[in-house]
């Protein structure tokens, strides 16, 4: 990423933001108000990626255990394949690994190749199928990775 571009924990101020990219471009599962209460939560972690101060992709997970768990990941279109995603996911599994992460874990749709592919290219899985998973009735693949 260019020096424009930074990672940093998310805090209230960035709510508006990821809000919106969950709403519009993820399954809208977690209200602005549910990310709120993750910022308070000790083993949750939000981190934001910024360019020129815009926040421009977030990832979630939980430290449950030695195990993190990967809930979502998620770049506005402006900014997609130029690294973002690529950039969040390292530091964050750096993290995490820092603090004693040995797997990381998590779902994602079947139909979703920029997901999978992002995923396969930090050395992720295909563990198994969860079958009719989501509301709409598309399955779930389970991946992990050793941190
Ligand atoms: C998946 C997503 C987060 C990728 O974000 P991104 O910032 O565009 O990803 P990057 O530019 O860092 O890409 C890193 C790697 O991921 C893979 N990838 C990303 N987008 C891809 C696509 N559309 N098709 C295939 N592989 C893709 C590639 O391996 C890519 O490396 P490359 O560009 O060198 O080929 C983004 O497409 C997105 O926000 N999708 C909607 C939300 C979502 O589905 N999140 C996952 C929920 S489980």
Avoid: Q
């Amino acid at each position: 990423m260019s020096d424009a571009r930074a990672i940093r924990p998310a805090t209230r101020d960035d709510l508006d933001a990821l809000a919106r990219i969950e709403s519009e471009h993820l399954s809208g599962t977690w209200s602005r108000d549910a990310l709120a209460d993750e910022l308070e939560k000790t083993f949750a972690r939000l981190r934001v990626a910024t360019e020129a101060d815009v926040v421009c992709a977030f990832v979630h997970g939980w430290l449950v255990a030695d195990e993190l768990h990967v809930l979502n990941v998620a770049t506005h279109p402006a900014w997609r394949r130029r690294g973002v995603a690529k950039a969040l996911l390292e530091a964050f599994f750096i993290e995490a690994r820092a603090s004693g992460s040995v797997k990381a874990l998590l779902e994602v749709r079947v139909s979703n190749g920029a997901a999978i592919g992002l995923y396969k290219s930090f050395g992720f899985v295909e563990d198994a199928i969860r079958a009719r998973y989501y509301s709409d009735g598309e399955d779930a693949l389970l991946m992990s990775a050793a941190l």
